[in-house]
């Protein structure tokens, strides 16, 4: 199972050893980094409902536009804040199934209304 | 695992050498060859616990996605009685305690046993600020429907019968006036807004309540993990070695965070 970091007794760096060798360390800086990116992607997020507001997108766009960010914002979370970069493979195959679950969730039932017509006419988002 | 072990040699030193930890206590236990090994089997556990608390949320996700596709329209009217400032606070919040979380698990993996107590501290009230906001626009939710404009002047007691909607799902359910050409249209394609049962705009407000209602359920569970874990660090039970209760703690933590990340966009930025 630890195949590839079966490095004995590696997980017992104790004191000060900074960002290094070390599998499963993420430095500092790279937290402040993806934080600060969370920050503009809140601000984007933010900015374009304000501007949608004032100009008339097509409602799908915007409902696009907001999806896109969070989802960018989730990667960076589940990517470096909760370390699935750095992690073994079978708990980056767990986070992925848990998104992959749910997508399959979404397709077969979105799948199974529009094949029998519904909803009518006011949707699909125009 | 497929390596059967005889159990009947408790004396025995056991069969990994190469480690000179003496005793067996929660930084190893038996049944684990490495430290970083039994981090790694937590992990994966926490993370298949994760995955169904996603399955959790994804049938409400579910349902928003089936009757948001179905009623565009009663989604742009309703979306704009929510209070979107508090909501752009709430994320920033939440964004900031997920920072404070990862910092304190990587303080914990260098041994640094004042640092870590600090950023738990910090998270903790972080929650708390998150809780009181929702607890505010809550209330002012409910506040409307007993007629008062505010929360505030709903406890003393000043200037009933100000405003005239309820938006909390229910009999006394009330749909301001749809105002904008949105709304307008909106109200001539599912009849005019009716009090009660009947209102469309309920359906958006129904999820609304279930949604955040479930994350602020799961905002105090964290609380509670987290204040535990801050009192582990405090008496000194998580060292550098071990640290795997801070690390799936946050896990749960910035999990919360996620799950929010959806919600502030498709309740609060809706046009």
Redesign the interface.
Known sequence: ??RS??????????????AEHSH?????AT??K??AA??VL?AL??GA?WI??IIALP?LL?VAI??T??IA??VL??L????VKV??R??QL??A???L??AI??II??GD?FARG??PP????? | ?ATTTPTAKPAQPHGHD???HGVHGRELQHHF?????Q???A??GM??F??TE??LF??I??AY??Y??????VW?AAAHHLN?PLG?VN??VL??S??T???A??AA????RRRVLTMLGVTLVLGLTFLLIKGYEYSEKFAHCAGYATPISWVTGTGQHAVDECLVPGRAFLFPEAHGAEGAAAAS?HGAPQPGLGSPYQLFYFLYFVATGLHAVHMIVGLTIVSILTFLVWRGMIT??YFTPI?IG??YW?LI??IW??L???FY?V?
């Open positions: 199972m630890a970091h079966a490095n004995p007794g590696h997980g017992a760096h104790g004191s000060d050893t900074g499963g360390h993420i430095g500092q937290y402040y993806v934080f969370l920050m809140m997020t933010v409902w949608e507001g409602r915007g907001a999806m960010i969070a914002k989730t979370i589940v470096f804040f909760m370390h992690s073994e079978a708990t767990y986070a199934a848990a998104f679950g749910f969730l979404v039932t979105m209304y519904w909803p006011p949707g699909p988002l125009p | 695992m190469g480690h000179d060859e490495t430290v970083q090994q981090k790694e089997t992990t994966l993370w298949a994760l995955v996603i399955m994804g049938g996700f579910m996605i089936v948001r596709w179905a009623f565009p329209e742009a979107t752009a994320t920033v964004l900031v997920s920072l979380v990862a910092l698990v990587n993996e260098e041994g640094k394609e550098a070695t690390e946050g896990l910035h965070d996620i990340v959806f502030f966009p498709l930025l046009h």
